[in-house]
């Protein structure tokens, strides 16, 4: 579920996510929990998740430990680091690497925006890595707030008025995304 | 906008089409009475309907708005594509 933004607009970026989480038919509001945000940062970067809940204990856990966090400059960087994470995910985080019977690769089950100076990113369950010049948005809201995004990005000059709008747009329309909305901006080299 | 309702579609030749309608009340709601229709299926509804959402309140014309719905379905959906058609239709008060 959830509705998850990133928008790169006028050397701005902007990472965004509504915050309901749902457990089956069960719906958690952000009012029932101490930590409702899908975004955290680490370091200089801000990294949102959608997909399980576990997936945020696992991102905490590991960049915790973390001494030096890493550049995640550009998409190879990126690459390098989820390829060298993901062995460590089957060995000490008991991930399930099986997904669909015909992929070429492992799964790493995660689904992730990271919004930092360099840039925004996406990186995919099989490691893809994509880089976004305007805007892009993952989860079970996402097809409302691209359509949303797409009609608001030339007419708002602010990244986050646009990633909010996009936010909004899940929430308005997919049952699995709802409010308050977390944003957070970083300028872009 | 009062008053004109548009409605516009993006089209492909396998006969799918994103189709976006607004019907505007002489009075403004809150949010438009929305409907969307497709005699073979409905296709792109999403990218369509959260485009009308953002665009509603940014534009007085009922065309333009319609456009983009459209438009977004065409930019996302592989089953719609361009050139758009649009009908304007006056409203009775």
């Given at each position: 579920?959830?509705?998850?933004?990133?928008v790169k607009?006028?050397?701005?970026?902007?990472?965004?996510a509504e915050?309901l989480?749902?457990?089956g038919?069960?719906?958690?509001?952000a009012?029932?929990?101490?930590?409702?945000?899908?975004?955290q940062?680490f370091?200089?970067?801000?990294i949102?998740?959608?997909?399980?809940?576990?997936?945020?204990?696992?991102?905490?856990?590991?960049?915790s430990?973390?001494?030096?966090?890493?550049?995640?400059?550009n998409?190879?960087?990126?690459?390098e680091?989820?390829?060298?994470?993901?062995?460590?995910?089957?060995n000490?985080?008991f991930l399930?690497?099986?997904?669909?019977?015909?992929?070429p690769?492992?799964s790493?089950?995660?689904?992730?925006?990271?919004?930092?100076?360099?840039?925004i990113?996406?990186?995919?369950s099989l490691?893809?890595?994509?880089?976004y010049?305007?805007f892009?948005s993952?989860?079970s809201?996402?097809d409302y707030?691209?359509?949303?995004?797409?009609?608001a990005y030339d007419q708002?000059?602010?990244a986050?008025?646009?990633?909010?709008?996009g936010?909004?747009?899940?929430i308005?329309?997919?049952?699995?995304s709802?409010?308050p909305?977390?944003?957070?901006n970083?300028d872009?080299? | 906008?009062v008053?004109?309702?548009?409605?516009?579609y993006g089209?492909?030749?396998n006969?799918?089409?994103s189709?976006?309608?607004?019907?505007?009340a002489p009075?403004?709601?809150?949010?438009?009475?929305?409907?969307?229709k497709?005699?073979f299926?409905?296709?792109?509804?999403?990218?369509s309907l959260?485009?009308l959402y953002?665009?509603?309140e940014?534009?007085d014309?009922?065309e333009t708005i319609?456009?983009?719905?459209v438009?977004?379905?065409i930019?996302?959906?592989v089953?719609?594509?361009?050139?758009?058609?649009?009908?304007?239709?006056?409203?009775?008060?």
């Amino acid at each position: 579920m959830s509705t998850l933004v990133v928008v790169k607009k006028k050397g701005k970026a902007c990472i965004a996510a509504e915050t309901l989480t749902s457990f089956g038919s069960r719906w958690q509001r952000a009012a029932y929990v101490t930590e409702p945000d899908k975004i955290q940062q680490f370091g200089d970067n801000y990294i949102g998740i959608v997909g399980s809940a576990a997936h945020h204990h696992v991102v905490e856990s590991i960049f915790s430990k973390t001494k030096k966090m890493p550049s995640f400059k550009n998409r190879l960087a990126i690459f390098e680091y989820f390829r060298k994470l993901h062995p460590r995910l089957k060995n000490k985080y008991f991930l399930n690497p099986k997904d669909e019977d015909d992929d070429p690769y492992e799964s790493s089950q995660m689904d992730l925006f990271i919004a930092n100076r360099y840039g925004i990113f996406g990186v995919f369950s099989l490691r893809e890595i994509d880089e976004y010049e305007k805007f892009w948005s993952i989860g079970s809201g996402s097809d409302y707030a691209l359509g949303a995004m797409y009609a608001a990005y030339d007419q708002f000059e602010e990244a986050e008025e646009i990633a909010r709008i996009g936010v909004e747009a899940g929430i308005e329309f997919d049952d699995g995304s709802d409010a308050p909305i977390t944003a957070y901006n970083v300028d872009l080299i | 906008m009062v008053g004109l309702a548009s409605l516009a579609y993006g089209s492909l030749g396998n006969g799918g089409f994103s189709f976006a309608g607004l019907r505007l009340a002489p009075l403004r709601s809150a949010l438009p009475t929305l409907h969307q229709k497709n005699v073979f299926n409905l296709i792109g509804k999403r990218y369509s309907l959260s485009a009308l959402y953002a665009a509603y309140e940014h534009s007085d014309s009922a065309e333009t708005i319609a456009k983009w719905g459209v438009e977004a379905g065409i930019e996302f959906n592989v089953n719609s594509a361009a050139p758009i058609t649009s009908y304007r239709i006056e409203l009775i008060q």
